[in-house]
């Protein structure tokens, strides 16, 4: 690289600045007619360590004027990127993909990015990488490692870890020091493996390393609590001080064991040593008295902690709360509402399980959990009135429907994405939200004959087309209908209708557009299903379209399948796995994605009055959460392939910047969704206010890949026909005799020609496979099940899986009329039932 003297006198400059004066200095520079070069940008970089979105804006920068990043600037970029690993190792790539020389210095920084956000696999890989290319390994490089494998629980690679650093220390490749033993003991101290802790702790004087503080408490946290006492004590004996972090890990032996009155005696013994007792210290010592019931002493605890001004929260809350409720019917009363009143002021939100326990010891006459959410949600903004008004309303049994309560944050960030007059705009986003939701469904073509509407309208449903989609439609009931059991009615049970927000219907019909129905697509976060199955119901239009729905609950992966099924369709396999996963367990493998993440739920408001009353706030870890699972769909999208990523959120930060972060990646080209689907409504940014479709607020955007992942290939697909392990093919006899049974008992098979049925012989279970699924292979050992479990053969009886009649029933007459649809096209006679449904579309658009 040249030297330039002009850029060598801003970057001195910047060094001497604090961030913002440096961003400032080259702002100014960038307006003078000699410009910044590399070397003031990377020291700019350097100063901002700890402001991650200005180191991004200065990338960014820096990409824009062309400028050539080096390894200095590349290495200095990621130590200042802190925990973001994603950008970091896309960096790391620019390096390896530009034949610049790879080092110690950058290796490490890739490490520590990966241990601060908890990617132990990826240090890991980094880690071999450093060993392929032979660059030297250093302390740091070990103690990095360790620290990531201790955080993801990885005792086992601690012990490999170990043995490497002792193996390079005898050879003298490396010089081990406390620190990376101390990180290797705390990979032992979270696994509780205290054996393992005692070896790596005396394998330190052998390699003439002095234990330290943070030796002994990692030892003290492994061990039992005698053992830790010892320690203890022996750090006194060797004049090593103790800290609040040595009596802690000692008490939490105590706890653990039910060592109640020795807990306590620690506690009293710190405040002897003059080290000041932690929350955490009185949070041990609360749960040491909680779990053996100890409710007095649990509640002085607190009560002497919040003396103590420590900020108390709802782990010291709900440990009291429990010793408490542990007192049975006797349970004083007046301590419990103190605690829950703690809980209301400090504004602790509560778990679920923590809310039900303490529900029954409210005061309130038959409360419900959604008035006990009111009144602690209610108090955050100081809201007290309307949670006194809640929850009276609900005691009462009126229903009180006054609009959202909006925190003050989240109303400033709105105004922040407002286009136009913020005032008048904002007050209609509020008043949209504060409209009841409204019941919309989309009538299943396979099943629902032309007259399901004027069906429907027998039945008291008032039914009129909703815009975008040509098989929705708006729905209200008389006042005999109880809408909140819609999801029992026949229409629903059977599948002819399925109920789904309007603003939910987006991103399957963004990949609709722009994906021929034979393609193969995955729906990262899928449960309950209402995307799965509008999505499969176009795959299903083709002879190989196939879906791959994954959820990471099992027990909503569950509900998802009996959604897929009930809608009568067989061109899916549910998988159950962690979908940031995916990315490298498939990479350009699919033709669609779909990643609709989990999210803060902003635009529920209208289901959920107290949807924005705690938003507005930003959720780092949801964020980083969102951001995975875009980039594992994004590895797993074919070159030429598209991906939509959508939240039912309204925030710019897991929106605008999960998509920012997306293109940053390289050959991403953005869709405008908005085009796409001829939709003015949905705002150039992605985002559908509640006010524009009278629905739910939610944001949908639509990428397409230009070019594939790097360092990957695709994966072989499946062969066919599958074959489960121990599975065996069903005799054809056999299985014309399943098809018959099932046709007189269900009234339909789901089967087509070449499907095939397996037996799985330990249970007995007999399976339809679909020939034409293209599923890859390294799904299977993910699949919930692979085809349709049609029957269970148990003591030579075999039964038929009455439950899949559900799914299939009108199935029958959906084929049986598009079967008369066909025959009246061959003989070339006007299709009167395509007409009248066509004409009835027609009127109620009009
Ligand atoms: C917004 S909901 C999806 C709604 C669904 N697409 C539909 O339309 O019915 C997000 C789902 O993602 C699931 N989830 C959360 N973390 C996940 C992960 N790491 N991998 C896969 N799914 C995840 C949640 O359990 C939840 O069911």
Redesign the pocket.
């Known amino acids: 690289m040249r030297f330039d003297p002009v850029d060598a006198h801003y970057a001195k400059a910047i060094q001497r600045a604090n961030w913002e004066q440096s961003v400032a200095i080259l702002e100014e520079a960038s307006q003078a007619e000699l410009q910044p070069g590399i070397m003031s940008y990377t020291a700019a970089i350097k100063r901002c360590a700890s402001e991650h979105s200005t180191i991004l804006a200065l990338l960014a920068e820096m990409d824009k004027k062309t400028l050539e990043l080096d390894a200095v600037s590349i290495s200095s970029s990621i130590w200042a990127l802190g925990s973001d690993w994603v950008t970091s190792l896309a960096m790391l790539e620019r390096m390896i993909d530009g034949n610049m020389q790879l080092n110690t210095i950058t290796c490490n920084a890739m490490i520590r990015a990966c241990d601060q956000a908890g990617q132990w696999q990826r240090a890991l890989d980094v880690l071999k990488l450093q060993r392929a290319e032979q660059i030297q390994i250093d302390a740091f490089t070990y103690s990095s490692t360790a620290s990531a494998c201790a955080k993801g629980g990885q005792w086992t690679l601690g012990t490999l870890l170990l043995e490497e650093m002792i193996k390079a220390a005898e050879s003298r490749e490396c010089e081990i020091n406390t620190i990376c033993m101390n990180a290797v003991l705390s990979c032992f101290e979270k696994a509780q493996q205290w054996s393992r802790a005692i070896l790596c702790f005396e394998e330190m004087p052998l390699r003439r390393l002095q234990p330290d503080r943070t030796s002994y408490n990692c030892l003290m946290s492994a061990c039992n609590w005698p053992t830790s006492l010892q320690l203890l004590e022996e750090m006194t004996q060797i004049h090593l001080r103790r800290d609040v972090v040595s009596f802690n890990a000692v008490m939490q032996a105590c706890a653990r064991r039910g060592e109640w009155p020795r807990a306590l005696a620690l506690l009293r013994n710190m405040q002897a040593s003059t080290v000041r007792a932690s929350l955490v210290s009185m949070n041990t010592a609360m749960s040491a008295c909680a779990v053996e019931g100890k409710w007095q002493e649990t509640l002085s605890l607190l009560a002497t902690s919040i003396s103590e001004r420590l900020a108390v929260d709802i782990i010291s809350l709900s440990l009291t709360a429990s010793a408490l409720l542990g007192e049975g019917p006797g349970t004083p009363k007046a301590s419990m509402s103190w605690v829950i009143e703690e809980m209301v002021s400090r504004r602790i939100r509560l778990t679920s399980s923590v809310r039900s326990s303490l529900l029954s010891a409210l005061p309130l006459r038959r409360p419900r959990a959604v008035v006990f959410d009111a009144f602690v949600a209610s108090s955050v903004d100081g809201a007290w009135r309307r949670a006194v008004e809640l929850v009276d309303a609900t005691r009462k049994g009126r229903r009180l429907r006054r609009g959202p309560l909006a925190s003050a944050a989240f109303l400033r960030h709105l105004v922040t994405l407002a286009s136009t007059s913020a005032c008048l705009w904002l007050r209609r986003v509020m008043r949209s939200s504060a409209r009841g939701s409204s019941c919309v469904f989309r009538a299943n073509r396979a099943k629902a004959k032309p007259d399901v509407l004027r069906q429907l309208r027998a039945q008291g449903w008032h039914v009129v087309a909703a815009p975008f989609h040509a098989d929705a439609f708006h729905a209200t009931f008389d006042h005999s209908t109880d809408t909140a059991t819609l999801g029992v009615t026949l229409p629903h049970l059977t599948g002819e209708v399925y109920f789904q927000e309007l603003s ?1 219907m987006l991103p399957a019909a963004v990949l609709q557009a722009v994906l021929p129905a034979d393609s193969l697509v995955l ?10 199955t509008q999505l499969a119901q176009f795959l299903a239009r083709g002879t190989h379209g196939t879906l791959v729905a ?4 099992p027990f ?1 992966a569950g509900k998802l399948r009996a959604n897929l099924l009930r809608v009568g369709l067989t061109n899916f396999v549910v998988t159950t796995m ?3 996963a995916y990315g490298d367990l498939l990479p350009n493998t699919f033709d669609g994605v779909l990643v ?4 803060s739920c902003e635009g529920n408001a209208r289901k959920d009055i107290f949807a924005l009353l705690l938003a507005g706030e930003r959720d780092w870890s949801l964020e980083e ?1 969102q951001m995975e ?1 875009a980039l594992s769909g994004w590895n797993v999208l074919k070159s030429g392939g598209y991906l939509v990523y959508s939240t ?1 959120t309204l925030n710019r930060w897991e929106n605008e910047g999960v998509c920012e972060r997306l293109v940053r990646l390289g050959g991403c080209e953005r869709v405008p969704v908005e085009k796409v689907l001829g939709m003015p409504s949905v705002d150039a940014s992605g985002r559908l206010w509640p006010q524009e479709l009278d629905a739910e607020g939610f944001f949908v955007a639509c990428f397409r890949k230009t070019a594939p992942v790097h360092g990957v290939t695709a994966p072989r697909r499946a062969p066919e026909p599958f074959r489960l392990r121990g599975a065996v093919l069903l005799a054809p006899e056999e299985a014309q005799r399943l098809e018959q049974r099932a046709v007189e008992v269900m009234g339909f098979w789901p089967g087509e020609k070449d499907d095939l049925c397996h037996e799985d012989a330990r249970s007995g279970r007999i399976w339809l496979f679909k020939k034409g699924l293209q599923v890859p292979l390294a799904l299977v050992p993910y699949c919930w099940d692979l085809g349709l479990l049609i029957a269970q053969r148990s003591n030579s009886v075999t039964c038929l899986q009455q439950s899949l009649g559900i799914g299939f029933r009108g199935q029958r007459e959906g084929e049986r009329e598009r079967e008369r649809g066909r025959k009246e096209r061959k003989t070339d006679r006007p299709n009167e039932r395509k007409k009248e449904w066509q004409e009835q579309r027609k009127t109620e658009r009009q």
Do not use: F, M, V
């Open positions: 939910s729906d990262l976060c899928a449960a309950p299903g209402s995307k799965s994954n959820e990471l609950d909503r962690d979908g940031r609709d993440a989990p999210c959460k699972l039912c």
